[in-house]
DNA sequence: TACAGTACCAAGCAATTGCTTGGTTGGGCA
DNA sequence: TGCCCAACCAAGCAATTGCTTGGTACTGTA
């Protein structure tokens, strides 16, 4: 009889991580309404029914991947918003920090990218899109901070210099890969380099 | 017997093209696997089976929508490389015909970008792969004549400035709503000012 | 040794899926 | 008038889907 938190069973017993890693695997792979729960067991070494011993349905799979992912991930902002570094070390704390979690959790990412707009119109889903929201709330926040410091150039459209950063650094799960040539922080030191100093010869 | 061409069908009669508009719209908001052929047909006023009068598959249908749109938009790659533009206005073009695809094309791009990878499996998608070095090909030329005409910043890794282009231009397609506030050339002259000289303080 | 709980199997059901088949309708053309 | 043909309907089939049910093997604990 235990209520706490949205996932009453998340005390992961081991086994229960270990499938929704596998899972996670999959619905990045190949997207959550193309991987079928017999696609999952079968990575497991189990039958496709077995899988309801531990989740109640495939929804709560990525309910579960997704939600606990979002926790880790926006806790990681706050205290970004919260130290008393300047503007520009800010943003670039954010967007390394955005890296960070590609390379750690490209499957949460790659799932969060790909299906939120879909499974935000379920009820169940709600918190996507209110995740959605205070991730912009963050980084409108850091920009006006930085136009007000004067770190930022005056003439910028914060709105469209938002959809820019998020659009720029998520997507890069689409090509990133940990153990690569390059190391998260290799790209984001590209990234940043581009991002405020453009690519144009000074 | 006419067997011009890899659509042999494509000589439109008008309600094809219609259903094919449907489809792409579809296949954009849910993902191609996510739409069944009940709710194209539904969304058409007719029943599925009639779909099959038209084309023989479901997979037939995104493959007219993707290849007839990737040969148009590869034309007018084609012909910003041909021309004698420098280097600088060449990007420039580049970009924003990239956003002017975005405006009149919403639904094939969303496609290309969403299902690309999961189709690109199959062979008869294997154009969609060849197309994406088709296009990678174009940025690097575009890129390393900037670098030699010393209109590009002399460090930029080639590569990850390409991908960097890529991305933040196509992904815009998850928000850009012809008709909007923004019209396409906005949001490419934003783009532009943010790729080329950064956002930082001069 | 008895027992409880975890992890799984074996079999199958109801719904949904892409697609097929044989027929009907109505406008254009000779 | 007779015919054609594009466009569609009505019904349904085989495969795949998420999920359920009733049971079994094994492990740790008292």
């Known amino acids: 009889m235990s209520t706490e938190g949205a996932h009453p069973t998340?005390?992961?017993?081991?086994?229960?991580?270990?499938?929704?890693?596998?899972a996670a695997e999959l619905f990045a792979d190949r997207g959550f309404k193309n991987t079928t729960v017999r696609d999952i067991a079968d990575a497991a070494g189990i039958l496709s029914g077995s899988?309801?011993?531990?989740?109640?349905?495939?929804e709560s799979m990525v309910d579960e991947i997704l939600s606990s992912f979002q926790a880790e991930l926006f806790a990681a902002y706050d205290e970004v918003l919260r130290s008393d570094d300047d503007a520009r070390t800010k943003i670039e704390r954010?967007?390394?920090?955005?890296?960070?979690?590609i390379d750690r959790h490209r499957h949460e990412v790659a799932i969060f990218q790909n299906e939120a707009d879909f499974l935000g119109q379920q009820e169940r889903f709600a918190y996507l899109a209110?995740?959605?929201?205070?991730?912009?709330?963050?980084?409108i926040t850091l920009l006006e901070d930085g136009l007000a410091s004067g770190a930022l150039r005056p003439d910028l459209d914060v709105e469209l210099t938002y959809r820019f950063i998020r659009d720029t650094v998520w997507v890069a799960v689409r090509w990133?890969?940990?153990g690569g040539k390059l190391t998260h922080t290799?790209?984001?030191d590209q990234y940043l380099?581009?991002?405020l100093d453009g690519i144009a010869h000074a």
Chains 1, 2 share one sequence.
């Open 186 to 188: 290799d790209v984001a």
């Open 51 to 58: 899988l309801y011993h531990h989740f109640d349905s495939k």
């Open 176 to 178: 990133y890969r940990p």
């Open 10 to 22: 998340t005390a992961a017993t081991g086994r229960r991580r270990e499938l929704l890693s596998i």
């Open 130 to 139: 209110e995740r959605n929201a205070q991730s912009r709330d963050v980084w």
């Open 94 to 101: 954010a967007v390394r920090l955005s890296f960070e979690a």
């Open 193 to 195: 380099t581009i991002l």
